[in-house]
Structure formats: structure tokens, C-alpha cells
């Protein structure tokens, strides 16, 4: 009886465990940056929060990097600052 409470036990730990790899995993972006968080440390000014997120969020998933800061910053993130609307006249990232 006690060899199979030890058993239970090992396989509790472990699925503990896993479940915090994964929960770690999908809070972040292979590069390391969780854009959630810095998306919204980004957009945490503008008055139009939710266009806000979105287009950075977009701009985070492909790049893998924010900026630093509400604005500007962008000699940090190269490709966040590249990334053009349509038109090729603004820039698409916040």
C-alpha cells in the first residue's frame, strides 16, 4: 500500500510540474516576450486602447520584441519600427 501512495505521489508532482512548463509556455512567444504584458505597458496612454493592442500584438507576434516605454523608443525593436500600414505612408506599430 505504501509503494503505491509513493507511486501516486511521483506522478502528482510531476503532472504539477509539467502543467507549470506549459503554463509558462503559452504566456510567452519563442522569443521570450510575453506581448500581452508588454502590449500593455505599451498602450497604456492612448485613448484608443483596444486599436492599440491589437496592432501591437500583431506587430510583437512577428517581430518578437516592444519597444520600451508608451511611445517612441523604436531604435530598439528595428522590425517594430519598420512595419508599415498599407498605404506605406505611417507606421502600423504603436
Excluded: H, Q
Excluded at 8 to 18: K, Q, Y
Excluded at 73 to 87: G, L, Q, V
Amino acid at each position: 500500500m505504501a509503494a503505491v501512495r509513493n507511486l501516486f505521489c511521483v506522478l502528482f508532482v510531476f503532472l504539477l510540474l509539467s502543467l507549470t512548463v506549459l503554463a509558462e509556455e503559452s504566456s510567452t512567444v519563442a522569443g521570450g516576450v510575453n506581448c500581452g504584458f508588454a502590449c500593455a505597458r505599451r498602450c497604456s496612454k492612448t485613448s484608443r486602447r483596444n486599436m492599440c493592442l491589437r496592432s501591437c500584438g500583431g506587430c510583437c507576434r512577428k517581430c518578437l520584441c516592444v519597444p520600451p516605454g508608451t511611445a517612441g523608443n523604436k531604435e530598439f525593436c528595428p522590425c517594430y519600427a519598420s512595419i508599415r500600414t498599407r498605404d506605406g505612408l505611417r507606421p502600423k506599430c504603436p
